[in-house]
């Protein structure tokens, strides 16, 4: 094998043998499409080389593997950091400009990954990320889905969800193994096994099978050789499923129906379960993900591996959520029906080897599936559900002896009304570890959600909390920042060691740093101006407050609550034209799911809003409002270094984390939150005074929600009752009072989220935001503060723990 070079000759050389060898090409004729996924290929072949030899020296040393589960990763666009981190940009620019183009013209070619879509996925691709970086022996399973979640888009300010083709031109980046597919069952019957007396071993006869087709992308970590893989299934029917007979007959829909019913099981992520059809779909694919990477991980362990009793000393798998718990069953399965492990021992094994995060507090978010469901697509893991259910029981009562009560709520299987299973009991059962993902989110499952589970096993309990990588959102998407940080800190350690950045701490109070800072700020800003130009056609002022609220749509996170905000502040233009406020953009992104009425709903209210404000003469003077159309990591690459204050107003008690609230403090935002998810532990780490606090917590909002009544606050409140009335009145749209009835319905009805009681404050601190950034230097001093005292939140850390805490691996180091 010819070893790749590290010259400006050599990169050139191998640039042009792609081109020729792998595009089929010539410098004359290539297109832009072709210069892309040549510069790809070179940079790939980088990478290539540090993977054999990581994988090497994993085979060598033989250690235990991290497999990471989870339903989505949201990877973004891969060209950028991969010339990142093989220190390549320095020979791929000067190539491109002979070229006569420029990486960040070969970048519009780059399409993310459509394999995620909200918080679960980014963290679970900052995490990969942080494993190789800290030299983590790790592999990350998910499905390649075709279509991803959806390209967003608006019709008369309505979302419209389009199909997500992020492979149409090819993926430069992924490396498919059609040869190593492996089998997975669905429906069928099961029998008892005759060698099996005790009778929990059984034959389950498949009544449809379908293939799981890997690929991978690589990996890598940053200033270090390991490169590790994220592996892909893709749903394939097998060579049968096309039936020529009625095809010649001229039945064409007929004769491919099995190939459709297959195939779409990996078409897109979270298919609509507001369907019976659609909610069997969604349990196909968590199963088919889990089947699939169970076998490929006992194929990986039996390489170097002998017999079972190392397995749980070797393989240490991490359910991300309840989608992949399913995982635990099959485990069981395979041992105990296919492997001929007795029982005891199987889940003696099991129990050792998985690992569960919840990553939820809201009861609707923990999964559970219907026992007929169950029964009827997997017959032979409802089975083996009782039997698991049945021991776990035993246990329970013989811990807690005549507390039917218990019994009852710990059940895996729910006897309330329909029968369904309970996924994340499942999960607790069956792990080692159960971890929450901030300190208060963690204390709640422990003191409400998993009470019952935590005084059982209160050993099994953790806190780790989520971080993000810097290497993709300071570095990448702050490269002005990142400059400015690596003068001050006097190297580029901080990529690595976040903790670095606590020397800026030193420099808020030095005036020719502070108008440094702001320089940055301001140029990013003008940068996301151009970018909202150029979607929206709003003109945003680089010198406004950018007050963003970037998440997806979901009614714990109170989207609505900011638009009453919006809506009091145009209300008042209105009123007094010559009312002195803060020029200010409001930025929403995020996309609502596809069958989550009330929040497309709400989105259609904000483009309302944002195209009232807007076209108003006197409004728009003072305000401008943007819904920045398909939001994703490219874009929040853009957003998040020009935000200059972070909406994180999630209900106290409802949000697990956050992730968005730690990339968006890293870069300078000031944050306005509530004692909610990861807020708390920023708001300890960069000062109170250097965060603007408002609203109930968790205590008093669950003292609140037994006697709420939304009407009185509306009745009271005049600027809340104002801006109903605009709702209700049909303002936001052109006369029609019913459009978004709805929304008002939901929130003097019910308010589940207790956005009316959390207004005034809500209100009385933006005012505080307004009087703050009037004094320029003092916001600024915020801003570097946010941004020195966060270091705390890199992924790097949050791996570390996880490493001592729950799964015990060590690093293995690859030499170049």
Sequence with gaps: MRSVGS????????????????????????????????LALTVRDRLIERYART?????????????????????????????????????????????GTSIEELERYDVEPGLGNGGLGRLAACLLDSMATLDIPAVGYGIRYEFGIFKQGFRDGAQVERPDDWTFYGNPWEFPAPDDRQKVGFYGATAPALDDPSGLRRQWSPGEIVRGEPSHMLVPGYGTQTVNIVRLWRARASRESFDLSRFGAGQYKEAVEDITRAENISKVLYPDDSTE???????????????????????????????????????????????????VVELMRLLVDEYRVDWDRAWSITRRTFNYTCHTLLPEALET?????????????????????????????????????????????????????????????????????????????T??????????????????????????????????????????????????????????????????????????????KVDL????????????????????MIKRFHEYKRQHLKLLHVITLFNRLREDPDLD?????????????????AMKLLIRLVNAVAEAVNTDPVVSRHLKVV?????????????????????????????????????????????????????????????????????LDAQQAEEQRRHHNPRAYYETDPDLRAAIDAIANGVFAKGDRTLFAPVVDAMLGRDEYLALADYRAYMECQERVERAWRDQDAWARMSVLNAARCGFFSSDRTVRDYCDLIWRVDPVRVTG
């Excluded at 042009?16 to 892309?36: H, M």
């Excluded at 009793?309 to 989608?323: G, I, R, S």
């Excluded at 939001?631 to 956050?658: F, H, M, T």
């Excluded at 990339?663 to 005074?689: F, P, S, Y």
Aim: aromatic fraction near 8%; hydrophobic fraction near 40%; glycine fraction near 6%.
């Design 7 to 38: 010259t400006l000759e050599e990169f050139e050389r191998d640039l042009i043998s792609n081109l020729y060898y792998q595009r089929g090409t010539t410098l004359e004729s290539a297109s832009g499409s072709d210069g892309y996924h040549t």
């Design 55 to 99: 994988a090497a020296a994993h085979y060598e040393a033989n250690p235990r593997f991290v497999y990471y589960l989870s339903a989505e990763y949201l990877l973004g666009r891969q060209l950028r950091q991969n010339l990142l981190y093989t220190d390549t940009e320095k020979l791929a620019r000067p190539i491109a400009a002979q070229l």
């Design 277 to 327: 059809q659609g909610r069997e779909l969604r349990l196909k694919q968590q199963y088919f993900l889990v089947a699939c990477s169970l076998r490929d991980i006992i194929r990986r362990y039996r390489l170097r591996n002998d017999g079972w009793d190392a397995f749980p000393a070797k393989v240490v798998v991490q359910l991300n959520d309840t989608h992949p718990v399913m995982a």
């Design 369 to 445: 599936w219907p026992v007929a469901l169950l029964e009827r697509l997997l017959p032979r893991h409802m089975e083996l559900i009782y039997s698991i259910n049945y021991f776990f029981l035993q246990e329970v009562e013989a811990t807690f002896p005549g507390d039917g009560d218990r019994l009852r709520r710990l059940s895996i299987i729910s006897e309330d009304g329909e029968r369904r299973v309970r996924m994340a009991h499942l999960a607790v059962v069956a792990s080692s570890a159960v971890n929450g993902v901030a300190e208060l989110h963690t204390r709640l499952l």
């Design 447 to 524: 003191e409400t959600t998993l009470r019952d589970f935590a005084e059982l096993w209160p050993q099994k309990f953790h806190n780790v909390t989520n971080g993000v990588t810097p290497r993709r959102f300071v570095r990448m998407a702050n490269p002005r920042l990142s400059e400015l940080i690596t003068t001050t800190t006097g190297s580029q350690r901080w990529i690595t060691d976040l903790d670095q950045l606590d020397a800026l701490a030193g420099k808020a109070d030095d005036r020719e740093f502070l108008d440094r800072w702001r320089a940055v700020k301001r140029a990013n």
């Design 529 to 548: 101006a151009a970018l909202v130009e150029q979607s929206t056609g709003v003109v945003m002022d680089p010198d406004s407050l950018c007050d963003v």
């Design 581 to 597: 406020v803060v020029p200010r953009t409001v930025l929403f992104g995020g996309k609502a799911a596809p069958g989550y009425h």
């Design 627 to 695: 819904l920045q159309p398909d939001y994703n990591v490219s874009r929040a690459l853009v957003i998040i270094p020009a935000a200059d204050l972070s909406e994180q107003i999630s209900l106290a008690g409802k949000e697990a984390s956050g992730t968005g609230n730690m990339k968006l403090a890293l870069n300078g935002a000031v944050t306005i939150g509530t004692l909610d998810g990861a807020n708390i532990e920023i708001r300890d780490r960069v000062g109170a005074e250097n965060f603007f606090l408002f609203g």
